[in-house]
T-cell receptor, first 110, second 115 residues
Framework: DAKTTQPPSMDCAEGRAANLPCNHSTISGNEYVYWYRQIHSQGPQYIIHGLKNNETNEMASLIITEDRKSSTLILPHATLRDTAVYYCIVRVGSQGNLIFGKGTKLSVKP | GAVVSQHPSRVICKSGTSVKIECRSLDFQATTMFWYRQFPKQSLMLMATSNEGSKATYEQGVEKDKFLINHASLTLSTLTVTSAHPEDSSFYIC???????????FGDGTRLSIL
C-alpha cells in the first residue's frame, strides 16, 4: 500500500508549467512527502521533499495543503527532458526504504 | 550532492550464469543500502536491505540463496544473482540514504537479460 493516489498520466506543453497532483489523505503527522522521477531505463531521481511548508529548489516547487492530505509538484517551465514517470511517496517501510506507487507518466509535448 | 554509482548498467548472459552487481556510495558512507527490482511497466519493489557488517534482510518471497547480498564496506554493497534464469531478467536498482533524515539516492540501475 503506497498510501498515495496519482493520475496515471498527464500531458504538458513544452515551456508551460506542469502541475502534478498527489493525494495522501492518510498521511501521518511525521511523514514527509517525497517526489522522485524516473526517466526511461534509469534509476529514480530525487526532486524535492517537504513536511508541512511549501518547498522550492532548482528543479521544482512543492505545494502541500494545510491539512497535508494532498500536494502538488510544480515544474515551472517543462522541457521535453522532463518527460518521465513522477512518483509521490509518503510511506517509508520498516527498513527505511521508500515504497513506490504507480506514479504519473508525464509527457511533455512540443 | 550524494551520488550512488551502480555497475554494470547492462548485462546479457546465458541461463545458469551468476551475475554480480555493484552499488557504491561515492561521497558518503552508507550503513544501509536497498536493492529494488522493477519489471516492465511496473513500479519498483524492494527485494532486500543490505546492512554493513551484518546479514541482509530479505522481503517476503525473495530467495536469499538466489540473491546473495554482501555489504563489505561502508561504501559498497553487491548483489549476486546466482544461477540466473530468464525469469530473473529485470531492472535492478540500488539506493542509499546519505543520512537518516535525508532523501535516498538511487543508482542508474542494471538491466539484466538472461537468455
Amino acid at each position: 500500500d503506497a498510501k498515495t493516489t496519482q493520475p496515471p498520466s498527464m500531458d504538458c506543453a513544452e515551456g508551460r508549467a506542469a502541475n502534478l497532483p498527489c493525494n495522501h489523505s492518510t498521511i501521518s503527522g511525521n511523514e514527509y512527502v517525497y517526489w522522485y522521477r524516473q526517466i526511461h531505463s534509469q534509476g529514480p531521481q530525487y526532486i524535492i521533499h517537504g513536511l508541512k511548508n511549501n518547498e522550492t529548489n532548482e528543479m521544482a516547487s512543492l505545494i502541500i495543503t494545510e491539512d497535508r492530505k494532498s500536494s502538488t509538484l510544480i515544474l515551472p517551465h517543462a522541457t521535453l527532458r522532463d518527460t518521465a514517470v513522477y512518483y509521490c511517496i509518503v510511506r517509508v517501510g520498516s527498513q527505511g526504504n521508500l515504497i513506490f506507487g504507480k506514479g504519473t507518466k508525464l509527457s511533455v509535448k512540443p | 550532492g550524494a551520488v550512488v554509482s551502480q555497475h554494470p548498467s547492462r548485462v546479457i548472459c546465458k541461463s545458469g550464469t551468476s551475475v554480480k552487481i555493484e552499488c557504491r556510495s561515492l561521497d558518503f558512507q552508507a550503513t544501509t543500502m536497498f536493492w529494488y527490482r522493477q519489471f516492465p511497466k511496473q513500479s519498483l519493489m524492494l527485494m532486500a536491505t543490505s546492512n554493513e557488517g551484518s546479514k541482509a534482510t530479505y522481503e517476503q518471497g525473495v530467495e536469499k540463496d538466489k540473491f546473495l547480498i554482501n555489504h563489505a564496506s561502508l561504501t559498497l554493497s553487491t548483489l549476486t544473482v546466482t544461477s540466473a534464469h530468464p525469469e530473473d531478467s529485470s531492472f535492478y536498482i540500488c539506493s542509499a540514504p546519505a543520512s537518516r533524515n535525508q532523501p535516498q539516492h538511487f543508482g542508474d540501475g542494471t538491466r539484466l537479460s538472461i537468455l
